[in-house]
């Protein structure tokens, strides 16, 4: 079946630093993507919906500032956390939907960010 | 607006028995629904997903599930657990077929007893 990877599977940084997250799609072009947040023990939070060539589209409550999406290609979509702080820590995880609106959506295998 | 709620945190069950796994649901719209499972350090996979064609949905490793609209419920179930099926199981909702946006519950961990 299609793949979605996500790198990098875990990152430690410094307060303060910014981090980027790729979620790319391995074996097929995806004109959309999604992008999760994960607190412990709790359901994932969509954060945005990223397009291909266009602005990413953010849920409520999340500041698009803070996390920048970029989707310059059909196969790969970042997430960079910027000016990190320990709040921020979490399982981010995403998603791509393989052809238009009724494709079958795909996650990555999730990356998780730990801010000291 | 959509939400999930699962019963269960953690549902743990011997190798053979009965799998059951509670999801209900509230939507103001007709729902959309699916079970997805994580193994670990894997992505999400989809068992199955009920598009309001038959009300029991067959999946994958022999899961099934049942929309019960007069319960909002749409619980997975699997006759007889096996060891692989341990994981971390997510019932969702989506206003569309696609699954544009997901609404996640919070998961449930099954774990299998030897």
């Known amino acids: ?13 410094k307060s303060g630093t ?58 790969l979509s970042t997430l960079t956390v910027t000016s990190a702080h320990p709040e921020d820590s979490s399982f981010y995880i995403c998603s791509a939907k393989e052809g238009g609106n ?9 990356s998780r960010l730990t801010v000291l | 607006a959509q939400s ?10 011997s190798e053979g028995a009965l799998v059951l796994l509670r999801c209900n649901y509230s939507s103001s719209v007709p729902p959309y629904l699916f079970w997805y499972v994580q193994y670990p350090n894997q992505g999400l996979q989809l068992l199955l997903k009920y598009t309001s064609a038959a009300t029991l949905v067959k999946g994958i490793n022999g899961f099934e599930a049942e929309f019960k609209k ?39 961990r099954l774990t299998i007893n030897p």
């Open chain 1, 102 to 110: 009724t494709g079958e959506l795909f996650f990555g295998e999730g």
């Open chain 2, 70 to 108: 007069s319960e909002t419920s749409f619980h997975l179930t699997k006759p007889s657990a096996h060891m692989s099926d341990a994981a971390e199981y997510f019932c969702a909702v989506s206003e569309d077929q696609g699954a544009q946006k997901l609404v996640f519950g919070q998961g449930t």
């Open chain 1, 18 to 75: 910014s981090v980027k997250i790729e979620c790319r799609s391995l074996d097929f072009q995806a004109t959309t993507m999604f992008w999760y947040r994960q607190f412990p023990k709790q359901s994932l939070m969509l954060m945005a919906t990223s397009n291909e060539g266009s602005k990413a589209t953010y849920e409520q409550g999340v500041e698009k500032d803070k996390f920048l999406i970029n989707h310059a290609s059909l196969t």
């Open chain 2, 4 to 13: 999930v709620t699962q019963l269960g945190s953690h549902v743990s069950v």
């Open chain 1, 1 to 13: 079946g299609a793949v979605v990877s996500q790198h990098p599977s875990r990152v430690i940084c």
